[in-house]
């Protein structure tokens, strides 16, 4: 049977002409393909993906490196080094891939990833390639502060509403953001202006779809007052008129400003973001107007899997709030009351300290390290340079161990009261009927602890009730 080879291209941003395009990459590697009398196996792409950046997910490498670590493929081929990798720690996980006698080839030769030789060969060029990376991104970042100290504007792809040299107005955009501000002010839905932008075939820049995050991010873009921002300080103007006035951009950023970061849960909705969809998305509350209201006279209102223009839930998910709310009550106070939850408890809480003790220990003396730097800076026996470099991974492990220990405190304390643990049904009946809304809601927490509440679809059959088996308890796969 023929070899058979894989290809994987790349391109670190769309649309730049100083990059070989992925489908020249394809056909170059296609006739290397066919100089090995092999045959083509997946062709893998990932089009404005950085590989000198970790944070950057790549979906076609992983799938790439998935079929050469399971055997799928003999290989792989590429047109250049650089265009797989630009880190040498992804590298390593191609010659460990490569042990059982894997093809790698680029344009220019072949790398024998089962001798010394080559694994050198094959480790150098991602250490250029790494170097190269390195130094352009020291090259930018000197050049963006030189131009903005100039007044003169940074960016790395067309901004929207602009022409590449990121001045000049393209007014047909323009007038599209100018409409999208007015909508805002106006107090039209965020959601709404995306699925209508969607809709009407309008693309960003770079030609993808809007989500309600690149909207925010356009809207609140200091470009479009003709203001020139670097570090987050105004340092220069654009010349010309600006898109926007600045009577409307001052309006703009007041609102915003205005507005708190996400929604307190209402005490109506108890549930609200408690309970998931069989999707897996939370469940939130609205009111019901136009149907018929509970029997006191209250408007009907119900918990739903809300469908949003991104990343939102199915829609087809709805259950009574009322009923909910009092099933999930006796269900917490059941769990509460079982002694074999009290001992759980204990022991979840034991465990909780476990895991606080050592970073408590590394949180102290992370900080006391950053003291004495500080002290040894104000007293001048260091320079801020080597300060910087000394703070910059301290500052980060600080906020690594504050960001762990407030998720372990976000876990209800379990109480270690005795009686309080040893309560009957009634007393936890009482604690509940007398607890505020978000003492409630913790209780549920405690209750539930690594588990969640799941609600299945309604079988309809004659007239609607409320079914009690469509409250499921589960494992949470996200909770560790």
């Known amino acids: 049977m023929a070899l058979t080879l894989d290809i994987y291209a790349r391109v670190s941003r769309l649309g730049d002409d100083r990059q070989r395009s992925t489908a020249g990459q394809v056909e170059d590697c296609k006739g290397r393909i066919e100089e090995r009398r092999a ?36 290989g792989v081929v590429v047109f250049d080094m650089a265009r797989f990798s630009r880190r040498p720690i992804e590298g390593e996980r191609l010659i460990l891939a490569a042990e059982r006698g894997l093809v790698v080839l680029d344009s220019e030769g072949e790398y024998d990833l089962t001798t010394a030789n080559g694994r050198k060969t094959f480790r150098d060029q991602l250490n250029a390639a790494a170097y190269e990376s390195d130094r352009l991104s020291t090259r930018v970042k000197r050049g963006k502060r030189v131009k903005a100290t100039r007044g003169e504007p940074n960016h790395s792809w067309r901004p929207f509403g602009f022409e590449p040299d990121g001045v000049t107005i393209r007014e047909s955009e323009a007038i599209v953001l100018r409409e ?77 400003a205005s507005r708190r970061r996400g929604r307190p849960i209402s005490d109506v909705y108890l549930c609200s973001g408690l ?40 829609g087809r998910i709805t259950i ?3 009923e909910l709310d009092r099933h999930v009550g006796a269900l917490v106070v059941r769990i509460l009351s079982d002694p074999r939850h009290a001992e759980a408890l204990e022991a979840a809480a034991k465990t909780t300290e476990d895991k606080r003790r050592p970073l408590l220990s590394e949180l102290s003396e992370c900080e006391h390290l950053a003291e004495e730097l500080s002290s040894r800076l104000g007293r001048r026996e ?27 405190d976000s876990v209800p304390a379990v109480l270690a009261d005795p009686a309080v643990a040893a309560a009957s049904r009634e007393e ?42 469509r409250i499921i308890i589960e494992e949470d796969r996200h909770a560790e």
């Not at 801020?384 to 504050?402: C, F, G, H, S, T």
């Not at 927490?445 to 409320?466: D, E, T, W």
Request: glycine letters at 8%.
């Open 382 to 408: 260091i320079t801020l340079k080597r300060y910087d470099v000394a703070m910059a991974p301290l500052d980060k492990r600080i906020a690594e161990l504050r960001a762990e220990l407030a998720e372990l």
């Open 275 to 314: 309970v998931y969809c069989k999707c897996g998305h939370q469940l939130t509350g609205r009111p019901r107007s136009g149907h018929k209201p509970y029997p006191d006279g209250e408007v009907r209102r119900q918990y739903w899997c809300q469908p949003r223009a991104v990343h939102g839930g199915c």
């Open 180 to 256: 999208m501000v007015a909508r805002v002010l106006a107090g039209e839905n965020q959601d709404h202006i995306v699925v209508d932008l969607n809709q009407r075939g309008i693309t960003t820049s770079t030609g993808g779809q809007w989500s309600r995050e690149s909207l925010k991010q356009l809207l609140l873009r200091s470009r479009n007052a003709g203001q020139i921002v670097h570090n987050g300080v105004v340092v220069g103007h654009l010349p010309g008129e600006s898109i926007l006035d600045d009577g409307t951009w001052e309006r703009l950023n007041t609102l915003f």
């Open 39 to 74: 045959q083509v196996g997946d062709v893998h792409i990932d089009s404005g993906r950085s590989a000198w950046n970790p944070r950057v997910k790549r979906p076609d490498w992983e799938r790439l490196m998935s079929r050469l670590e399971a055997g799928a493929t003999g």
């Open 320 to 322: 009574d709030q009322r």
């Open 428 to 469: 936890w009946t009482a604690r509940w009927n007398a607890a505020t809304v978000t003492e409630r809601r913790n209780l549920i927490r405690q209750a539930l602890r690594n588990r969640r509440i799941m609600i299945a679809p309604a079988v309809r059959s004659g007239r609607p009730k409320f079914d009690p088996k």
